[in-house]
């Protein structure tokens, strides 16, 4: 019996055959894959951005009336406030030394006690007082405190909600769109001007406490609304990052939970 094998032809048949199908293969398993390749980049993007976000909303909500201000110095933008630690209602005028508040206070030691915000809450000689000026005592009746302040700083007029504000130290979120970073800055001295709090060897010098938030930012932009004595400040957040021709920019906004 003669064996009998492929021929040449048959055989070029055979691999034309393989190879489409090889191809027709490649298709459909190469799109699932370059699709879960572009949704886990561009997740790794956003998450560049969007990481940093809950952080920062929960300082905005928390800023004392007025507090918030943002200022771009070159590549460097920053948004700063002063975060409020407790509140309470005032029963009589706060403009002489003492006065008497309804509720107490009992928490964190404050920093500084900002009463009737104005203009310029970052001016301690203003409406605010260090926490070396001011003490607190109980009252006459229970549930008052009797706030002392001395010297008394410049109280303005009663505002609408009589509130006083227990207060810390700044904190400030300052991006480098050099590095690509995003920082939080706090417990550092306070400055009436903004401009002496709006770079990082600024705050250092302030003795600040810095802590990295994200990184792989390409651009960043903060702007508030204008301080007002009867609405609460907007803050509007923009972070973009870039990465292999990718570009995910988040926009956010918040605005402080306190009024004056």
């Known amino acids: 019996m003669r064996a009998r094998g492929f021929t040449l032809i048959e055989l070029i048949v055979a691999i034309t055959i393989s190879a489409i199908v090889m191809v027709f293969a490649a298709m459909f398993i190469g ?13 790794a993007l956003v998450a560049d ?6 952080r920062m ?31 309470a209602r005032y029963k009589t005028s706060p403009s002489a030394v003492s006065f008497t508040t309804a509720g107490t206070y009992t928490g ?9 915000p104005d203009a310029n809450v970052y001016a301690v000689s203003g409406s605010m007082a260090a926490a070396s000026n ?53 417990n550092y001295t306070i400055a009436a001007n903004p401009a002496a709090r709006d770079t990082a060897a600024e ?11 994200t990184q792989g930012l390409t651009a960043c932009n903060f702007q508030v609304s204008t301080a007002s004595s009867t609405q609460s400040q907007t803050a509007a957040v923009r972070l973009t ?5 990718d570009v995910v920019t988040l926009l956010h906004s918040s605005h402080a939970e306190y009024v004056p």
């Open 134 to 186: 001011f003490s607190a005592a109980a009252g006459a009746i229970a549930g008052e405190q009797v706030i002392n302040v001395n010297p008394a700083p410049a109280f303005g007029p009663d505002s609408p909600k009589r509130s006083i504000y227990y207060v810390s130290r700044p904190v400030t979120y300052l991006c480098d769109e050099g590095t690509g970073t995003l920082r939080r800055y706090s």
């Open 108 to 116: 964190v030691t404050p920093d500084y006690l900002s009463v009737n």
């Open 241 to 245: 990052t870039t990465r292999n021709g």
């Open 49 to 54: 951005t969007s990481g940093a976000w809950p």
């Open 203 to 213: 705050l250092n010098a302030a003795g600040a406490a810095s802590a990295l938030i």
């Open 31 to 43: 799109a699932p894959l370059g699709a879960y390749e572009t949704h886990s980049r561009r997740a």
């Open 57 to 87: 909303e929960t300082d905005l909500r928390a800023a004392l009336p007025g507090s918030l201000r943002a200022r771009r110095n070159g590549n460097v933008v920053v948004v700063e406030m002063l975060p409020v630690l407790g509140v």
